[in-house]
């Protein structure tokens, strides 16, 4: 996820320095775009743990009760 600030931090300063206003505006909200990937990303993994954990032990806890039940 580095990446994503730090390509983010190189439009933002192409946007800074670009003398043209509606290009420096594009720039400047590329740039901001990627440094928010980010910080989506861990949002989004910190709920997503969570239910992938449950959804682990749940599969666990059926496989084991399809196991006793076969035989």
């Known amino acids: 996820m ?3 600030v730090a390509f983010g931090d190189v439009f933002a300063n192409i946007g800074c320095r670009e003398p043209q206003p509606q290009a420096s505006e594009v720039f400047t909200t590329f740039g901001e775009a990627h440094r928010n ?3 989506y990303a861990i949002k989004m993994l910190k709920t997503v743990k ?3 954990w449950m959804l682990c032990s749940a599969y666990t806890v059926i496989r084991a009760t399809s196991f006793s039940y076969g035989e």
């Open 2 to 4: 580095l990446y994503c």
């Open 50 to 52: 969570p239910v992938s």
């Open 37 to 39: 990937i980010e910080r």
